[in-house]
């Protein structure tokens, strides 16, 4: 709850149409893509300038109150997960495209300009916005900041943080700074770097200058067919090691072919174990030569099938089949966890092979379809939360998981961040030095500590309560207390 005189500031600064205090329309914000995690928030803003969000965050600032930033809500860890005490800023107002510089191939955009409205808009000049995650089309800007986002293509082009050149952000205390510079490698500290990937804990970005690509002039898009997923990452490490990057290398396994193929009939042969989407791009010039390379890696490892996209609608296809996967899961499963673990390629067959007997022993479903040319595994962990015990352990299992790939020498997150769903894991991955270290590089941009509290860091009271799926408390269902 927050107090009447802040709700009543908060309508004087952005108007009644800029705030939503109504109950049933707060709960449209209770949670980000990570669905099992909710908590109605006090009061959701959404500013329409810079000006707006800087009047925001000091009237918070001046009532102690916290504030967490959001915008388009598709995150899958819980990062924009509201306070029930707290002002939910929602940036989706602000998509506003500020400038184009086609000739030193720079866009400043506001943070909820959707990653895909960012090509869409340089279009016409030949030019790109390279990261592209799966949610693109409704993913903000600001989002991909906040998180470091990644996506299909980022193998070879890599993620976010390679294709921002300046944020400028509004402080905790409503203090506006820009980080980094609109010229590549800036003299001084990066703390643009610092600022990609925090989650909304230091600060509010308002504005982005991006970097833009020349769209290549040639692509070729192949999905090869396998037996087993093992077989599929040994073709990835062939095609790495000879030195070939392609654009992209994405895997999809037989449950997952199945939903995708269900949901969307791209044309993946069903049955089979794994399926490889390889795209190459860049000059026309040798595109034909490297395709044919990948084409006899991929049969040397064991492609039973290899099938090229023959025209721009088939490779739309494919990439539509691949995208929807997650959306796809709906057909196998009424729930499921995406896990996000990154591993080294090397150990891909291996890691999925512990996984199958995590699965088999957990009597659940995995379906994989990830990112195989960076190592950035998505598990997608199915389940059936109405059977009891089900949630737990499809939960148990995507945990399992995680540290599945810390064992194995990678990460808990490869692209998703940490939120609130892994901040409990972060210790396996850092010494206590290491998060008071961290700690001390959020205290010096939020020293009140407002701006998004309670996550990515592990807290007593985040790691005391069991995250994941809503269960009702005992005394919920006696019918003793009520959820509000
Ligand atoms: C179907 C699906 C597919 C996905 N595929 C991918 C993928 O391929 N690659 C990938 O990396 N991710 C993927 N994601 C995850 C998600 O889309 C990304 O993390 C995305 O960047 C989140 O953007 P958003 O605008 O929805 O941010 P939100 O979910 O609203 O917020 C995410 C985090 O950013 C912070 N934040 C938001 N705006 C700002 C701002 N202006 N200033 C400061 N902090 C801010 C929030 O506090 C929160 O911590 C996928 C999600 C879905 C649902």
Redesign the pocket.
């Known amino acids: 709850m927050i107090s009447q005189q802040l709700h009543q500031a908060l309508v004087d600064c952005l108007g009644p149409e800029g705030v939503v205090s109504e109950r049933t329309q707060l709960r449209t914000y209770e949670m980000?893509?990570l669905t099992g995690h909710r908590q109605v928030p006090g009061v959701v803003v959404l500013p329409e300038s810079k000006e707006q969000v800087c009047a925001v965050v000091r009237l918070c600032r001046d009532a102690g109150v916290p504030i967490?930033?959001?915008?388009?809500?598709?995150?899958?860890?819980g990062?924009?997960m509201p306070r029930e005490d707290g002002v939910l800023i929602v940036?989706s107002r602000m998509r506003r495209i500020l400038a184009i510089d086609p000739e030193n191939q720079r866009a400043v955009v506001e943070?909820?300009v959707t990653?895909s409205a960012i090509s869409q808009a340089v279009a016409a000049h030949g030019l790109y916005y390279a990261p592209?995650?799966?949610?693109q089309m409704?993913?903000?800007i600001?989002?991909?900041?906040?998180?470091n986002?990644?996506?299909?293509h980022c193998l070879k082009y890599g993620f976010t943080t390679h294709h921002v050149l300046a944020v400028e952000?509004v402080l905790s205390d409503g203090e506006v700074v820009t980080l980094g510079d609109s010229v590549l490698d800036p003299p001084g500290y990066d703390l643009r770097g610092v600022f990609i990937g925090?989650?909304?804990?230091l600060?509010?970005?308002?504005s982005i200058t991006v970097r833009l690509l020349r769209v290549p002039e040639a692509v070729r898009t192949m999905v090869a067919d396998f037996d087993t997923p093992a077989r599929a990452g040994d073709a990835v490490t062939a095609i790495i090691e000879a030195g070939i990057i392609p654009a992209a290398v994405e895997m999809l396994d037989s449950l997952a072919i199945e939903a995708c193929e269900d949901a969307t009939g791209a044309g993946y042969t069903r049955g089979i174990g794994a399926a490889l989407v390889v795209e190459l791009d860049g000059p026309e010039a040798g595109i034909d030569e490297s395709l044919a390379a990948v084409e006899t890696l991929c049969r040397n490892s064991g492609a039973s099938k290899i099938r090229l996209a023959e025209s721009d609608h088939e490779r739309a296809l494919i990439w539509k089949g691949r995208?929807a996967a997650?959306?796809a899961m709906g057909r196998l499963a009424p729930n499921y966890f995406?896990q996000d673990g990154v591993i080294p390629r090397t150990q891909l067959g291996r890691v999925l092979e512990r996984m199958a007997e995590l699965a088999s022993q957990a009597e659940l479903r995995v379906a994989n379809v990830f990112?195989a040319g960076d190592g950035n595994l998505h598990p997608l962990v199915l389940y059936n939360g109405s059977n009891p015990g089900e949630s737990e352990r499809a939960e148990k299992l995507a945990a399992d998981i995680a540290e599945l790939c810390v064992e194995y020498g990678g990460s808990i997150t490869g692209?998703?961040?940490v939120?609130v769903d892994k901040a409990c894991s972060m210790p396996k991955m850092f010494s206590a030095d290491d998060l008071a270290t961290m700690l001390e590089v959020r205290q010096a941009f939020d020293p009140a500590g407002l701006c998004?509290p309670d996550?990515v860091f592990p807290t007593p009271r985040l790691c005391g309560e069991i995250p994941g799926p809503y269960r009702p408390h005992p005394l919920e269902e006696a019918g003793l207390i009520e959820r509000m």
Request: aromatic residues 2%.
């Open positions: 980000d893509a967490v930033p959001r915008g388009a809500g598709t995150g899958l860890s990062g924009a940036l943070p909820g990653n592209d995650p799966s949610s409704v993913c903000s600001g989002g991909n900041v906040a998180e986002s990644g996506g299909a952000i925090s989650e909304g804990t600060g509010i970005a308002t995208k997650f959306a995406v990112h692209e998703h961040g939120g998004n996550k």
